[in-house]
């Protein structure tokens, strides 16, 4: 085989690989939720009901902190914290494995950690009290048949699994102003945008969906996107005061 014959069947399986690989390579969603409006205030969440949830949160001086409340976390510059963003239609009857990996809801000084988060149907989660007091776990489902349990020692754990898509409503029984929400989907392309208010959905099959924005507060809303393989799309998603 001389050199230049080498050098055309190089080039040809160099093709072919970088065909392969874009047949098959994964793209994404990036997706970021803003407020359009005067941002809402926090309200200070009192826990003197408690004693012990009561001087559970201090700053690092040992001072006691205050403790904002979680249903509408929007920055100074209006991105909006706690969204849950995920694939509604498109994925068609396609099935994926259910991931290992244990989800993990936290009671930590008094609150849920995170207050929001998503996973997958039949996806282990793990809630454990880090609190030395009495908590109890209520889920409010309607889709599949819900928990309530208490944990009243720190150190306790329990793990969940739920069957069905739906997002799920939790409180605690002991202390009203404990809640979070757990998105659950029978699909992996799901997330939840963090302070920044953007989040990613990653190796998601080139196609057109419908994504979904959901917030416990201001609602949901619908967007249609084109995903290309090996390219990430930009989604805005823009909650507006009512």
């Given amino acids: 085989m001389n050199v230049r014959s080498f050098k055309l069947k190089a080039g040809s399986l160099l093709m072919v690989l970088a065909i392969t690989q874009s047949a098959w390579a994964g793209g994404g969603v990036k997706a970021t939720a803003k407020f359009d409006g005067k941002r809402p205030k926090r309200s200070v969440i009192k826990m003197d009901a408690d004693q012990y949830c009561a001087t559970a949160n201090k700053k690092k001086d040992g001072s006691p902190k205050k403790v904002g409340s979680e249903q509408a976390i929007v920055s100074k510059s209006g991105m909006v914290k706690n969204v849950i963003v995920y694939v509604k239609d498109g994925l068609g009857d396609a099935k994926f494995d259910t991931p290992a990996e244990q989800a993990e809801l936290n009671q930590q000084g008094c609150m849920y950690k995170p207050h929001v988060l998503s996973l997958q149907t039949g996806q282990p989660m793990l809630i454990k009290n880090s609190d030395s007091t009495l908590h109890n776990i209520h889920s409010f489902a309607e ?10 020692k720190k150190g306790d754990e329990k793990e969940v699994k739920f069957a069905r898509p739906e997002i799920v409503k939790v409180k605690c029984d002991v202390h009203p102003w404990m809640s979070a929400h757990i998105g659950v989907f029978d699909h992996p392309f799901h997330a939840v945008t963090g302070k920044k208010g953007t ?29 290309a393989d090996g390219a990430a799309v930009e989604v805005e998603f823009v909650f507006k005061a009512k």
């Fill in 199 to 227: 989040c990613d959905i990653n190796d998601l099959p080139a196609g057109e969906y419908t994504l979904v924005a959901w917030h416990e507060t201001f609602g949901e809303m619908e967007q249609k996107v084109t995903v």
């Fill in 143 to 152: 889709k599949q048949r819900g928990f309530n349990f208490a944990q009243p």
